[in-house]
């Protein structure tokens, strides 16, 4: 005679190692990974009701068919079940063989400050759902982080890190899908005008406390090399006699173990290192260089990780980094846009006032006209040192666009 089926307290059959306690809640047990595991809940199917003061959550049955799925695809459920985020952020990253250690001393810094200690970091990686990404990133733009840096630790240290967990078959979906909606509030870095570009370099050449840094901003521009690139050179990257810029390194200034130390990488991609042509005035402008550092006794004996001999130096002896040359830049915008309105009141005008302008802004002012001057998509890639042809070309359908406007307005007259 068959066994008596087990049943629950409203007389429904349960399966094979399902079972409701005296209390009225039910459990399935089941083996993953060599361990037995439990799983619980107050309701048997969904249509149940979750009985009163009791916390709503995923019915027995729903619970059994999600197992089934993870046992089924190989997903270590186990394993997931105790690793936190912060265990799996330190896996991530040992697996991360070729990133540069400038990039990783800088995530390790930044995990420790916003995520070792916060509740994100310390939950298990199968407990992470939607809302606690959604609402890690909210705390760091109400505590007045932009949208680039939520979308920075998006990119490049949440998504990576639970995509290798979706990888390893430890989480069935990455939670951070669809988390940046809503954080697109960059300020868009525009290439200077010609105009702009000719007022700015007007007003350095002019200025006396000012013109010392006409050469490396012509520089800059004419090369559109990165700023680490530039600060990163040395004499000796320098061939006066073939005109030509080797750019195998990058001056690099960061937080290494909580104190800020320039040290010098390898550039920013394996493109990054190139051997870039100079133009009349790029090289005018390194011959005026010389002439500046002779005057002011900026001898360039400082040494770093066995380069010397920098050729942009500060009045410390010491080179320029990307920070105290934003630093500038920003100061003599500043400058040349309170004297212009001082001018213009007086004239009674309106003032021809410059934008902010930084080291990157330099660069893409340099891209900019490179392409306007028709050069080979292909050769401006290389000069840039862009990996991906697409950042290039979007250069060119900038360019493109303020090609079709001047088109268009000789059309003015004809219709």
């Known amino acids: 005679m068959a066994g008596k089926k087990r049943t629950d307290n409203k007389g429904r059959i349960l399966r094979d190692n399902e079972h409701q306690r005296k209390d009225g809640k039910y459990e399935y047990k089941y083996f993953a990974g060599g361990q037995r595991k439990t799983v619980y809940s107050w309701r048997l199917v969904p249509s149940d009701r979750t009985p009163k003061g009791k916390r709503d959550d995923l019915s027995l049955r729903e619970k059994e068919k999600a197992i089934e799925k993870d046992l089924a695809d190989g997903i270590d459920a186990v394993r997931a079940s105790r690793m936190t985020l912060n265990e799996l952020f330190r896996m991530y990253m040992e697996h991360k063989t070729k990133l540069k250690e400038k990039s990783r001393s800088k995530y390790y810094e930044l ?6 200690g916060n509740r994100l970091g310390k939950m298990v990686i199968c ?3 939607k809302a606690n ?10 505590s007045g982080h932009s949208d680039g840096t939520v979308r920075m630790f998006h990119n490049n240290l949440l998504r990576p890190s639970l995509e290798f967990a979706v990888d390893n078959d430890l989480i069935r979906k990455n939670p951070t899908k669809g988390c940046l909606e809503g954080y697109e509030g960059t300020r868009k870095r525009e290439a200077l005008t010609r105009r702009e570009q000719q007022v700015f370099l007007d007003y350095v050449g002019s200025s006396p406390g ?4 006409l050469p490396m901003i012509q520089i800059m521009i004419g090369t559109a090399c990165r700023v680490g690139e530039i600060c990163g050179l040395t004499w000796a990257d320098v061939d006066m006699k073939g005109r030509t810029i080797s750019i195998t390194h990058q001056m690099n200034y960061d937080r290494i173990n909580g104190q800020m130390k320039y040290f010098v990488s390898t550039p920013k991609t394996e493109s990054g290192v190139r051997k870039i042509p100079m133009t009349d005035q790029v090289y005018r402008a390194f011959v005026e260089q010389k002439k500046l550092n002779m005057m002011l006794g900026r001898c360039g004996d400082y040494e770093l990780d066995g380069y010397r001999n920098f050729i942009f130096l500060n009045s410390n002896q010491r080179p320029y980094n990307y920070k105290s040359f934003n630093y500038i830049l920003y100061g003599i915008v500043r ?3 309170r004297e212009e309105q001082e001018r213009a009141k007086r004239e009674k005008r309106e ?3 410059l934008p902010v302008i930084s080291n990157h802004i330099l660069r893409h002012t340099g891209c900019t006209r490179m392409a306007e001057a028709g050069m080979d998509v292909k050769a401006l890639q290389t000069i840039m040192g862009h990996s991906d042809p697409a950042v290039t070309m979007k250069v060119y359908n900038h360019v493109d666009q303020e090609r079709l406007k001047k088109e268009i307005r000789k059309m003015e007259n004809v219709i």
């Open 335 to 337: 400058n040349y846009n």
């Open 351 to 353: 003032p021809v006032l």
């Open 210 to 213: 000012m013109k010392i840094h």
């Open 127 to 129: 407990d992470i759902k």
């Open 111 to 116: 995990w420790h400050l916003h995520l070792e």
């Open 133 to 142: 990404i959604q609402k890690f990133y909210a705390g760091l733009s109400q």
